[in-house]
């Protein structure tokens, strides 16, 4: 949408995370809505305050473990670089905007030297080098290759709805921590959209 600037045929932007949604804004690819319908229906925290974005749905980004063997399972994300699992935990690559914005939130409430820490727990921690998407760290736990991973909790959810391959037929091993809820609380990752700056807004809203 960048690249191709008025030129675009997009009208809608719709994507993943508060990071992406607040990159479009700063790339100058949306523009401000006035819509009563999305002020009246979305709450404010999940709105842009220029309008540029809103916050369509919003999902969990959770602690998973092998029920069999993870007695006392990490219950905060600082517990997950804790050395007492060493060897044990799964994650994505911290390429990955959701585990970007969940050491953002760790800067946030705890300070930026407290996220470094735990970057360097988690690290020492890795079961195996990050690989895959969510539905992966859920996988390695039924495959043994790990006992604790961090997921995006609708990647469970989706594999009670339907077959999962490496997944469903063993899910029952693993159980969820919604971590530190006598601190800041679950880290919550959003979906949103926005209008593309150049779309013709009379004839949407």
């Not at 508060?18 to 479009?24: D, F, N």
């Not at 390429?95 to 735990?118: D, M, R």
Request: aromatic share 8%; with cysteine; hydrophobic share 40%.
């Amino acid at each position: 949408m960048s690249a191709e600037g008025a030129n675009s045929p997009a009208d809608i932007l719709l994507t993943v995370d508060t990071s992406r949604l607040a990159r479009a804004k700063d790339a100058g690819i949306l523009q401000p809505i006035e819509s009563a319908v999305l002020e009246n229906n979305i709450p404010s925290y999940l709105q842009d305050e220029d309008n540029q974005w809103f916050g369509f749905s919003q999902r969990a980004r959770i602690i998973f473990y092998d029920k069999a063997d993870v007695a006392n399972p990490p219950r905060t994300y600082l517990e997950l670089a804790d050395p007492a699992y060493k060897g044990l935990v799964c994650i994505r690559s911290s390429t990955n905007t959701y585990n970007q914005t969940l050491l953002a939130s760790i800067v946030t409430h705890h300070s930026a030297e407290k996220a470094k820490e735990w970057a360097t727990g988690m690290v020492a921690n890795m079961a195996r080098a990050p690989q895959g998407g969510d539905t992966d760290q859920l996988r390695g736990i039924i495959s043994g290759e790990c006992e604790i991973s961090v997921a995006n909790s609708y990647y469970f959810a989706r594999s009670i709805r339907k077959e999962v391959k490496g997944l469903s037929a063993d899910r029952d091993m693993i159980g969820w921590i919604f971590p530190s809820q006598n601190a800041e609380g679950a880290h919550m990752n959003r979906s949103g959209g926005g209008v593309a700056a150049h779309a013709q807004t009379a004839t949407m809203l």
